[in-house]
């Protein structure tokens, strides 16, 4: 994680955002007076919502850290996708 002030980023900020696009790194922005702010891409920032969304219930985060755990392990099955648009109900 890179750090610059805020009157670095006002200079370049071009460039900047572009460097936490293709460098998929966040940068940290200074500033005199104030809390400082992170830059991050936007998919990242949805990924990590996302996460804090799923663990937010005990059960799904317990579901998810097991899952995780099986996969450390070696015990993972890796399974192709259903596309549910071409399968057909069992039922």
Do not use: W
Not at 5 to 16: G, H, I, K, V, Y
Not at 20 to 25: G, P, Q, R, T
Not at 31 to 47: F, T
Not at 52 to 72: D, G, K, Q, T
């Amino acid at each position: 994680m890179r750090t610059v002030s805020f009157t670095q980023l006002r200079q370049n900020l071009a460039a900047e955002l572009d460097s936490v696009i293709n460098d998929a790194e966040e940068v940290v922005v200074t500033r005199s007076g104030h809390e400082p702010v992170v830059i991050v891409p936007l998919a990242e920032y949805e990924a990590m919502k996302e996460s804090e969304y799923l663990l937010r219930n005990p059960a799904n985060a317990a579901a998810l850290r097991r899952s995780i755990a099986e996969h450390e392990q070696g015990d993972a099955v890796e399974r192709d996708l259903v596309d549910p648009a071409t399968s057909r109900d069992v039922a």
